[in-house]
């Protein structure tokens, strides 16, 4: 299990320690960015989402494409996200400098404007998620509402190239890819949840092969610990995209105000 998959699992924890008596918070995320990670629900049957981030992270990104022939940005039409004000002066400041930016290779460039532009976009891509507060920690846990994000992180925004995310597994390569996990594990159970109206393939009772990747075909697919004892099969992706990409790291601790407005609203 990677390490921001255990701090997830952390935060819940001390959530649920902490605050079940109000509510009940339940991991939801995992690898699929859509969705936030712990989902919040108070004992009337409210229900609102709590993003986890580490004190260094990063927090959200997405892809402009490099038009060379007219030496302007665009936003790619396969973003997941909306093209927002803040992405339209990102792309203005990086088309006044086109020739630096669309160079910027693995490196990447630094894209140097007011953090609060960075800072509205983050806020914004989480609100439209149903994200009501963030948890994180320094020396003790944070808790605190989505609207101050900028009061206790720094956002640095680079713009560099970033192999593609991963995806689940087509149906049609299901049979193969039991085969090899079958040979690999033959105790392992292998199963298939359509409960988020996503298809994902499921490995129970191997975790000697966390972490372990295969070929098949054009792609490779990787097994990742979602859970105790339980692996997610991802379809790794073959392409490269240049992104837009937000840094965060921690700046404060817990301001007391903050944490109470989350006690009131959980009560």
């Not at 952390?10 to 509510?23: I, M, Q």
């Not at 919040?40 to 986890?52: C, K, P, Q, R, W």
Request: proline share 2%; charged share 25%; hydrophobic share 35%.
């Amino acid at each position: 299990m990677s390490t921001w998959q255990e701090f997830e699992f952390v935060c819940c924890n001390y959530l649920n320690c902490r605050y079940g008596d109000f509510a009940r918070f339940e991991n939801k995320g995992g690898s699929d960015s859509t969705v936030a990670d712990i989902k919040a629900t108070l004992n009337n049957g409210d229900s609102f989402y709590i993003e986890v981030k580490e004190p260094l992270a990063q927090s959200g990104q997405f892809v402009l494409l490099a038009d060379k022939t007219n030496s302007v940005f665009t936003f790619s039409p396969g973003n997941k996200s909306e093209i927002t004000s803040e992405v339209s002066l990102i792309i203005d400041h990086m088309n006044n400098d086109f020739d630096r930016y669309s160079n910027a290779g693995t490196a990447g460039q630094r894209i140097d404007i007011d953090q609060e532009v960075f800072g509205r976009w983050i806020m914004n891509s989480y609100i439209s998620k149903g994200v009501r507060y963030f948890i994180t920690k320094g020396r003790d846990f944070i808790i605190f509402p989505v609207e101050k994000f900028t009061d206790y992180f720094d956002i640095a925004c680079v713009y560099r190239t970033k192999k593609s995310g991963s995806s689940e597994p087509a149906a049609k390569d299901y049979q193969n890819i039991i085969k090899i996990i079958s040979n690999k594990c033959p105790h392992a159970e292998i199963h298939v949840d359509n409960s988020t109206g996503k298809s994902r393939l499921y490995v129970y009772n191997a975790d000697n092969l966390s972490g372990k990747s295969y070929s098949i075909g054009n792609y490779t697919y990787l097994l990742k610990a979602v859970r105790k004892n339980i692996l997610e099969i991802r379809r790794l992706s073959n392409t490269y995209n240049m992104n837009v990409i937000f840094n965060i790291s921690l700046k404060k601790a817990q301001n007391a105000e903050d944490l109470n407005t989350f006690i009131s609203d959980i009560r």
